[in-house]
């Protein structure tokens, strides 16, 4: 009998669908028709028919919106046609409540730990542009890179010292999940963040400009690469560099705008500068610990 070799390893991806392996994955998905067709037969499945009216009427008295009900000898409740035509937030709000219906019901059940699983696959699986935490409530969703860079700079600022900081971080990331996001609220708290650790790095009280971030921490960095290689001595300036551009970009959205004419930053600029601050906040920890 020939030798068939060592076993093959496992293929995490063999019992999923061609589409989930092979389909395109672009931008996250505001709205889906696919992801309303899920909802609608996870809400089928997993609520009987009795139900219907008990949710509509729970639904009308938390939000104030209706579900089209036909009368007659019972009362049939088109869930169907609201699922589908509503407006995606309406039914961001109605998958909650509905949810905080079946907690309300005294009768506890599985069915709100189904109904928690069945909206979180339908929004992974249509990539969408929210997730469901786990008190059930809807919010945008960031990729995992930038919530592990979250993660990464709340964890490097432990200390009494550091604890504005760390609450403006922990805040600045919390304001891009919010529906409708907080983008200029991020942006402010993440340049606040930063400029907090960039006064205890460099030890003086000046503000988080351009030019007191390059004349401030280029004799640290000087120190730092005194003895290094050729390579961290071009790097570490650069860096500088960087840091300063970074703290001009969020000028605007922090104090250079007249109160009457406030412009939030768009969400992929908003993104972009909070996990671009917490990047900077761990390199400048990484300074004051060396």
């Not at 937030?89 to 928690?116: H, M």
């Not at 290094?228 to 969020?250: E, H, T, Y």
Request: glycine residues 6%.
């Amino acid at each position: 009998m020939p030798n068939a070799g060592p076993p093959s390893s496992p293929d995490p991806d063999s019992g999923k669908l061609f589409s989930e392996v092979y389909g395109e994955r672009g931008l996250a998905s505001q709205d889906d028709d696919r992801f309303r067709s899920m909802i609608w037969a996870a809400f089928g499945n997993i609520f009987r028919r009795e139900d219907h009216g008990n949710i509509a009427r729970f639904v009308t008295l938390k939000s104030g919106m209706e579900i089209a009900c036909t009368v007659g000898y019972n009362a049939y409740y088109h869930w169907e046609e609201f699922i589908k035509r509503v407006s995606i937030n309406d039914l961001l709000d109605v998958i909650t409540l509905i949810l905080r219906w079946v907690e309300s019901n005294p009768y506890q059940d599985k069915r709100g730990e189904d109904w928690i699983l069945a909206v979180r696959s339908a929004l992974a699986n249509r990539q969408m542009a929210y997730e469901m935490n786990k008190q059930g409530a809807i919010r945008h969703r960031v990729d995992a890179v930038f919530q592990r860079g979250a993660e990464l700079t709340l964890a490097c600022l432990r200390g009494a010292a550091l604890e504005g900081p760390r609450i403006d971080v922990d805040a600045a990331f919390d304001d891009l999940l919010k529906r409708p996001p907080d983008t200029k609220g991020a942006a402010m708290k993440i340049f606040s963040a930063a400029e907090t650790v960039f006064k205890l790095v460099v030890q003086t009280g000046s503000a988080l400009t351009n030019g007191n971030a390059s004349a401030s921490l280029m004799p640290i960095i000087q120190r730092l690469v005194e003895n290094g290689d050729q390579a961290i001595k071009q790097a570490q300036p650069r860096l500088v560099s960087a840091f300063a551009s970074w703290s001009d970009a969020c000028q605007p959205y922090r104090h250079g705008q007249r109160e009457e004419d406030i412009v939030a930053p768009p969400m992929d600029l908003a993104v972009a500068l909070v996990s671009q601050g917490a990047d900077h906040i761990r390199w400048m920890m990484s300074l004051r610990h060396s």
